[in-house]
């Protein structure tokens, strides 16, 4: 079964700390994909990252940055110098072939306060 | 471009009642998802479409619930008769390739209220 687990339910910062978001996935299949997405206030939900199994190489865009390790099976989001704006729930999610599905963690509540 | 347009944005009915949601996917988009969104439950699939043939619809919770998708750029989820504990909010979200490799767009949701 795939499952994946955001332990951090909520979390409070003031703005200019930098904060990490933790996901942890569990799958069976060997290549599947990773992505975080954002929901903010008003609701909707976007697309931040995707990363494919075979890719650990970190990567950074602007403020963001994402850290997948395969031996720990964590895939986790870092935000660096947070702004009130960033105040929003994350999700991480996971697909793969064999279930063709997006499986959401159960996401975790950011607020950056002034 | 234009994104997943989904309608009513917001919808409030009394129990019993007949619901419908709609969504238009992304032009060009062979896939089309339903999500229910909970505070139980989070975010759940429901049902979803492959070049407007459902291909898994494990996640609908009764048969009080069905989805179509007569054209590539339509799809509709009804419940009938609803309850009270159907109320959640409703996403569609469409993507190109195989489904599960792609990030999927979603829809600004519905916010569905039964009284």
């Known amino acids: 079964a795939q499952k994946v687990t955001q332990a951090q339910t909520e979390i409070s910062v003031v703005e200019k700390e930098d904060v990490t978001l933790d996901c942890v996935y569990e799958?069976?299949?060997?290549?599947?994909?990773l992505f975080w997405y954002k929901q903010p206030p008003s609701g909707e939900l976007v697309f931040l990252i995707r990363?494919?199994?075979?890719?650990?190489q970190n990567e950074i865009s602007g403020r963001y940055s994402w850290n997948f390790q395969k031996s720990t099976s964590s895939f986790n989001f870092t935000i660096t110098a947070s702004q009130v704006v960033d105040s929003a729930v994350y999700f991480c999610?996971?697909?793969?072939?064999?279930?063709?599905?997006?499986?959401f963690g159960q996401g975790t509540t950011l607020q950056v306060k002034p | 471009d234009a994104g997943v347009i989904q309608s009513p944005r917001h919808e409030v009915t009394e129990m019993g009642q007949e619901v419908t949601l709609r969504c238009k996917p992304i032009?060009?988009?062979?896939?089309l998802f339903w999500y229910r969104q909970t505070m139980m439950r989070g975010l759940e699939l429901l049902i979803y479409?492959?070049?407007?043939?459902?291909?898994?619809d494990s996640g609908m919770p009764e048969d009080r619930f069905s989805a179509k998708m007569p054209n590539a750029s339509f799809s509709t989820l009804k419940i009938q008769p609803s309850e009270p504990r159907d109320s959640a909010v409703y996403f569609c979200?469409?993507?190109?390739?195989?489904?599960?490799?792609?990030?999927?767009?979603f829809g600004d949701g519905t916010r569905l209220s039964i009284l």
């Open positions: 979200a469409s993507t190109l390739g195989q489904g599960w490799d792609q990030p999927q767009h």
């Open positions: 799958t069976r299949d060997t290549t599947y994909y």
């Open positions: 479409f492959n070049n407007n043939v459902p291909i898994d």
């Open positions: 990363r494919n199994s075979f890719d650990e």
């Open positions: 999610a996971l697909s793969s072939s064999n279930t063709g599905k997006l499986i």
């Open positions: 032009s060009g988009h062979d896939y």
